[in-house]
């Protein structure tokens, strides 16, 4: 007796699931809704073959009578049965997606996709970091674009690079902004600084990859971290813990001139303040390659520990001139003060026995849920590229909390410039599975968050970083107020 259709069907389906892979099926259900498609596909496919591949589960609920009763009729009828009840649930989806094609909207929005600018360093002094966090970025959004993207439409990023240089910066926000609903990144304190009036004036929000507490005053700054100055105050009050800096002592700054030095520097006097130490401050500028004098100047005064706010080869610079001058230096940089290629480099066994850096983010080689995932995809989609310590998960965790912010203003009726602003401030709780520290931005004028961790560099570690104290905020960084 020749056997049934349905009968072949689950023979196949059964064969495909023991040896671990998959029946679905090649059918295409379009829609102009990103999430509606692939929805109609998973019904239709349930259908032929009873195996439930959804991540919920629910198809055996909801489906597994229709396809009892489609098994029923003659085998010629049935894959177009099967076609017509995945249709109608994909028509379903639409119609409950639809409405929120009729909500306004700001520039670069349309009735399918939703433009996000990104004004970065692709080819100046940090340009490592900034590839690396755009990737990150680019890989959260490749994600949440196959899960259906934002409000019925999917995300695209508008990229340009300013190579570090401000007036770069000013002429490519000046151009990118009319065609943008928001920045998603906008690298550099001296780059946000140049076009902070204009962001004001735009009304755009934006997430600077920076974290200077000079911009909480800005209501339309998303500042995704602890701001540099907390991060120094924790970071040396972690020194006098662990370390052995003691009350009473000297302590080094070495900080590059403008926002992101000088911002970590107030961390440092807050620390020394409430300590009772004393700061041996050396501005630097951007230039600078040779830092032999600046450590000599520490030596002199008798400081044994140093803060340092610079590009991550002027880290270098001063671990190499302290162990040609034999002196025991212990140095805590900010983020983003490292990058993995100077271990290969003359400084790397120094810096890998004397060196930390303090930051509110997971380096790539962290541990939990984020962490693990952005790894596993950041080397599945940039085989042998190398990675910055722990920009990818940095990018990956902005881009999370700009699909929340999305998403609320969405779900409030409005893809307007002022409604993301709204949504913005009622999150109070933004939770990125361990690749940011916990979020509140529902008061403006603080922080949103004031927890660090430490690492430190270690050549064996994937990115370069390992972690060596996991987060927390000292009572003084919990109380100090940014000025």
């Not at 996000?116 to 360093?121: A, E, R, Y």
Request: aromatic share 8%; glycine share 10%.
């Amino acid at each position: 007796m020749k056997p049934s259709r349905s009968l072949l069907l689950l023979a196949i389906a059964g064969v495909v699931a023991a040896c671990g892979g998959s029946a679905a099926s090649q059918v295409a259900f379009n829609s102009r809704f990103p999430q509606c498609g692939p929805k109609g596909a998973a019904v239709y496919d349930y259908l032929r073959t009873g195996v439930d591949s959804t991540s919920d589960h629910n198809l055996d609920v909801g489906f597994a009578d229709q396809r009892a009763s489609i098994l029923k009729q003659p085998d010629a009828a049935q894959d177009g049965l099967m076609r017509a009840a995945a249709q109608k649930q994909l028509g379903a989806c639409e119609q409950a997606f639809a409405p929120t094609l009729a909500i306004p909207v700001g520039p670069g929005v349309t009735t399918d996709t939703i433009t996000l600018g990104i004004i970065t360093d692709l080819s100046g002094i940090f340009a490592s970091y900034g590839k690396t966090v755009l990737r990150g970025s680019q890989l959260f959004w490749n994600d949440q674009n196959k899960k259906g993207g934002v409000c019925g439409r999917k995300v695209e990023l508008l990229v340009k690079d300013h190579g570090y240089n401000v007036q770069n910066a000013v002429g490519l926000y000046v151009a990118t902004q009319p065609k943008v609903l928001a920045f998603q990144q906008l690298l550099g304190s001296p780059e946000v600084a140049a076009v902070l009036p204009s962001i004001t004036g735009d009304q755009v929000l934006t997430m600077p990859v920076s974290w200077s507490s000079k911009l909480l005053a800005n209501q339309y700054i998303a500042l995704t971290g602890t701001t540099y100055d907390l991060e120094m105050i924790n970071g040396v009050e972690w020194l006098m813990r662990n370390k052995g800096l003691r009350t009473g002592e000297k302590i080094g700054d070495i900080y590059l001139e403008g926002e992101f030095g000088e911002n970590a520097l107030a961390g440092t006097r807050a620390a020394a303040a409430a300590n009772h130490l004393t700061v041996v401050e050396q501005r630097i500028h951007s230039t600078d390659k040779d830092l032999g004098a600046q450590v000599q100047a520490l030596k002199a005064a008798g400081a044994h520990f140093t803060a340092i706010t610079a590009t991550p080869g002027q880290v270098a610079s001063v671990a190499s001139a302290a162990a040609a001058l034999h002196y025991d230096l212990t140095i805590i940089g900010s983020n983003p003060t490292f990058d993995p290629s100077v271990l290969t480099g003359p400084a790397g066994p120094v810096l890998s026995q004397s060196f930390y850096v303090v930051q509110s983010y997971s380096p790539y080689s962290g541990d939990g849920v984020g962490p693990t995932t952005v790894r596993n995809e950041y080397a599945s989609a940039y085989p042998n590229q190398p990675v910055a310590a722990s920009s990818p998960d940095y990018g990956y965790g902005t881009a999370e909390i700009m699909y929340r912010i999305l998403d609320a203003a969405c779900r409030n009726g409005s893809l307007e410039r002022p409604a993301l602003l709204k949504a913005f401030h009622t999150l109070s709780a933004v939770d990125t599975e361990g690749l940011i520290a916990p979020l509140n931005y529902s008061n403006p004028t603080q922080p949103p968050a004031r927890q660090v961790l430490i690492a430190q560099p270690d050549a064996q570690s994937a990115g370069g970083l390992k972690v060596v104290q996991g987060l927390f905020s000292t009572p003084t960084a919990q109380t100090f107020q940014p000025s």
